[in-house]
């Protein structure tokens, strides 16, 4: 269970695997193909071995200035791709809910092996309706952002009703005791000084 939940709540590193992949063997085979021309005497489909090692020991001789800057901000933020793919945590943008931790156990003591495992967007809908009918705001004016450790509830009032940053808050955090999300994430309320006019 602790694989399938972790599956589903980081990304896959597969795609940029196998495109590292492919892009070292496109380079070892070629070396090996130029190699192979050169050993038998033929010549060189694009450029000779050694004349390729040559140039690149020589640089930046022989290369405008602006050409090698440009290619080396190239490699470089190509090796900062592949290197932040393999160091960041990648996850994705889910919540694990009903109590279901990542080690398989559940916090209800329960012992059940399943996991429900709901998108930010999901929490943030629900959370959005509990500000909403808090506050006595329509949806337009409720905005809530989930990130992995916290959640940022926007309202704008209607000018002239003054909203009750507790109230939100409490209702906020009752609809998200009762999805037991892990990890739990702080909430954060911000009301707007600016009003809406009602309709």
Do not use: C, K
Request: hydrophobic content about 50%.
């Amino acid at each position: 269970m602790r694989r399938v939940v972790y599956r589903e709540t980081h990304s896959s590193r597969a795609a940029v695997a196998t495109v590292a992949a492919v892009l070292v063997m496109g380079l070892a085979g070629y070396g090996l193909l130029e190699s192979a021309v050169h050993a038998i005497g033929q010549p060189a489909w694009l450029i000779e071995p050694q004349l390729a090692a040559e140039r690149i020991v020589a640089l930046p001789a022989g290369i405008p200035p602006l050409l090698l800057g440009a290619s080396g901000a190239v490699v470089a933020m190509v090796g900062l791709f592949f290197l932040l793919n393999a160091v960041l945590p990648g996850r994705r943008a889910r919540h694990v809910l009903n109590g279901t931790t990542l080690n398989g156990t559940t916090l209800n003591g329960t012992g059940n092996s399943s996991a429900v495992v709901v998108d930010d967007e999901v929490i943030a809908s629900a959370l959005a309706r509990s500000a909403r009918l808090a506050a006595n705001v329509t949806p337009e004016q409720v905005m809530v952002v989930v990130s992995r450790r916290q959640i940022i509830v926007n309202v704008r009032p209607t000018s002239g009703v003054p909203v009750a940053e507790a109230a939100v808050l409490a209702a906020v955090q009752d609809e998200l005791s009762g999805m037991s999300l892990v990890p739990v994430p702080d909430v954060r309320v911000n009301i707007s000084t600016v009003g809406v006019i009602g309709a």
